[in-house]
């Protein structure tokens, strides 16, 4: 087995991002219930989600790519948690790792990148809301500091059954 390990830098997302974002998101619609969305996406329905991050300001979109491949090895966002004006100190974040980089630290890289780019900005709570059972999520939410909050039973249906959402904050 090599020692070698493959370099992952990360960045900001960019519109040339589009399709691989769009075709691994589409992986957890389909796959899993990890997402409640139940239609994978063509990647022009999902441009004006990546447009509403930009580099700066409290919404912001991190890609881990490989350094030599430049293949997408996943993403983590920050966004509005709910529309109203009183939320606006509140984000909603979000990590998808690709299926084939999972157990390599990716998730972990992006949430540091992700956390690091909010730190000057002015926000007061981060949410995050997981599909359970999902052991994984759950670990990195809480080595980033997040705790549970509560759990809204079976709150999506999606393959056919009900699933929970258990929510984590942290604060920022």
Same mark, same amino acid.
């Given at each position: 087995m090599s020692s070698e390990r493959t370099e992952v830098q990360v960045r900001a997302g960019v519109e040339a991002d589009l399709e691989a974002l769009t075709a691994l998101y589409n992986h957890y619609v389909r796959e899993t219930p990890i997402t409640f969305d139940?239609?994978?996406?063509? &990647? @022009?329905?999902?441009?004006?989600? /990546?447009?509403?991050? &930009? @580099?700066?300001?409290?919404?912001r /979109?991190?890609?881990?790519e490989d350094a030599d491949t430049q293949e997408i090895l996943g993403y983590a966002t920050s966004g509005p948690y709910r529309a109203k004006p009183a939320y606006s100190t509140s984000v909603e974040v979000t990590v998808y790792?690709?299926?084939?980089a999972g157990g390599r630290g990716i998730g972990t890289l992006l949430y540091k990148a992700l956390f690091e780019s909010l730190a000057a900005e002015d926000l007061h709570r981060a949410y995050a809301g997981i599909a359970q059972p999902n052991e994984a999520s759950t670990r990195l939410h809480e080595r980033?500091?997040?705790?549970?909050?509560?759990?809204?039973?079976e709150v999506g249906r999606k393959f056919g059954r009900y699933w929970d959402v258990a929510w984590y904050e942290k604060e920022l």
């Open positions: 139940t239609a994978v996406f063509a &990647p @022009e329905e999902r441009r004006p989600w /990546l447009l509403s991050h &930009p @580099e700066d300001g409290p919404h /979109l991190k890609v881990a790792v690709a299926p084939r980033f500091g997040f705790r549970h909050v509560g759990t809204y039973r």
